[in-house]
């Protein structure tokens, strides 16, 4: 099969989507190559909660400098960039209300964007039906009425590149080769962190041990191709993600929630030696990639006590306690931290030393805390010593959500060289790019606000540059 099109977009979730829609309703001839099979095709949009943020901040509160929020928490992202995605949130949930999307206030102001229906209070897998799933399947419908093409179970293969410049793609679908000419290519493909070869390379050296806490359907194909072209990544280690029982590799009721972030930063991380291994005053975020780059990542337990259990057990809107135990997770429960350590095959002794060292480390204060041999900051749940009984240990996993490096950018979307030039007739947005999210902190931003400002940036420059 061959056709022709203004715009050709590689993948079908929040960025892919909204950058077609956004591109036909420009006037451009737009179609969409997704791989998945159905209208209902897994990917990280449709699993997610639905909730547009950015780092955890109300996109449209009165005063609100997004931009300066991301040049703080990323101090080296490119201004313009921050500027982009600063300038475009408000505007992004503006264009969603305007093409039918509903949204409610489940909780604090930073989920006062959340598409609705929300996903239910409760463990395990819980996305048909709800706000993503519904906006996913009402834009598909929207790019129907506006004369766009959704190509199902068509996987693209290479990009086609004339004179310095993509001019398309080529594709295989259930019919055999499909060639797609265009003036230009949007990769929207999410990221790698379902190509555990890529995975291996950056991210973990086990990374079968490591969970897929999303559709676990992106294998960085798009990323893949346009590096084959000369296209510059950001750095490809940090990746979005929580902290998970480890039993979610066996037990879809335990994930992609309820994560265990909250009690993770209230606890200890120790690994099978008893020692802890990260400050875990770190945000959960950073926790889980801390995780996935031990030797072995299945190799953490989490220590805490009934006071962490009963605080920030119950912190979070989906809260492991009591949804942990109700999925059938292990947790490890006894009197004293010599017996919870038989119980979870660690060293009884050696726990019993970390704990009591971080004990009088909390009780001394933030001075003693950071002259530990791994220092201890405060963070959002304090750092206070473990000693209400019972005491618990739980297994962890790191449950990978999408990888946060990608494709270099510029703020309409352009995806980069090396040296800083555009390629001509090729943009990208959502998860598969990078240099927004990540850094040595792993910073999280809010994926699906950085799909949509961007996916309707490519849009709009590529009807601007017929």
């Not at 493909?189 to 806490?213: C, N, W, Y």
């Not at 979005?240 to 037990?251: C, E, F, K, Q, V």
């Not at 031990?294 to 979070?316: K, M, N, Q, Y």
């Not at 009984?389 to 090396?418: E, H, N, Q, S």
Request: one cysteine or more; hydrophobic letters at 45%; aromatic letters at 6%.
């Amino acid at each position: 099969m061959e056709r022709s099109v203004d715009l050709v977009v590689v993948g079908g979730g929040m960025a892919g989507l909204v950058a077609a829609v956004h591109g036909a309703e420009l006037g451009l001839k737009v179609a969409v190559l997704e791989k998945g099979a159905t209208d209902r095709y897994p990917c990280n949009t449709r699993m997610s909660g639905g909730i547009i943020h950015i780092a955890y901040n109300d996109v449209k509160a009165p005063g609100i400098d997004i931009a300066g929020i991301v040049k703080a928490r990323r101090p080296d992202v490119d201004p313009a960039l921050a500027d982009a995605l600063g300038d475009g949130c408000s505007p992004f949930i503006d264009w969603l209300r305007a093409h039918g999307a509903r949204f409610v206030r489940p909780g604090p102001a930073w989920q006062n964007w959340t598409l609705a229906p929300p996903r239910a209070i409760t463990a395990g897998i819980d996305y048909l039906g709800r706000g993503p799933d519904i906006l996913l399947r009402d834009l598909g419908q929207r790019l129907a009425q506006l004369g766009g093409t959704l190509l199902l179970e068509t996987r693209v293969t290479r990009l086609r590149v004339a004179d310095g410049r993509v001019i398309g793609v080529e594709a295989e679908g259930p019919e055999g080769k499909v060639t797609i000419t265009a003036k230009a290519t949007a990769i929207c493909d999410g990221g790698f962190q379902a190509d555990l070869d890529t995975v291996r390379q950056h991210i973990s050296a086990m990374p079968e041990r490591l969970k897929q806490r999303g559709a676990g359907t992106a294998m960085g194909d798009g990323m893949r191709m346009a590096v084959e072209i000369g296209a510059a990544v950001s750095e490809l280690s940090p990746f979005y993600g929580h902290l998970l029982s480890r039993d979610a590799l066996t037990n879809d009721k335990l994930w992609p929630y309820p994560e265990v972030d909250a009690i993770g930063q209230a606890g200890i991380l120790v690994g099978p030696d008893g020692r802890r291994f990260v400050d875990e005053g770190n945000a959960g975020v950073y926790l889980a990639n801390a995780v996935a780059r031990r030797p072995d990542p299945l190799s953490t337990t989490l220590i805490f006590d009934h006071a962490v259990w009963e605080t920030a057990g119950r912190a979070a809107r989906i809260p492991p306690n009591p949804l942990l135990a109700k999925a059938g997770a292990t947790i490890h429960r006894a009197d004293t931290v010599a017996a919870v350590a038989a119980l979870a095959g660690l060293p009884a002794e050696t726990l019993s030393e970390t704990v009591a060292a971080y004990n009088a480390a909390a009780d001394a204060g933030t001075a003693a805390q950071a002259a530990l041999d791994t220092r201890r900051t405060v963070g959002a749940y304090g750092a206070a010593a473990l000693k209400t009984g019972p005491f618990y240990a739980m297994p962890l996993c790191a449950g990978v959500t999408y990888t946060m490096g990608g494709l270099r950018i510029d703020a309409d979307a352009r995806v980069l060289k090396a040296d800083g030039a555009a390629i001509p007739g090729l943009y990208a947005a959502g998860a598969s790019t990078g240099g927004i999210e990540g850094g040595d902190r792993s910073v999280y931003m809010g994926g699906l606000a950085k799909a949509g400002v961007f996916g309707l940036r490519a849009a709009e420059h590529v009807a601007q540059a017929r």
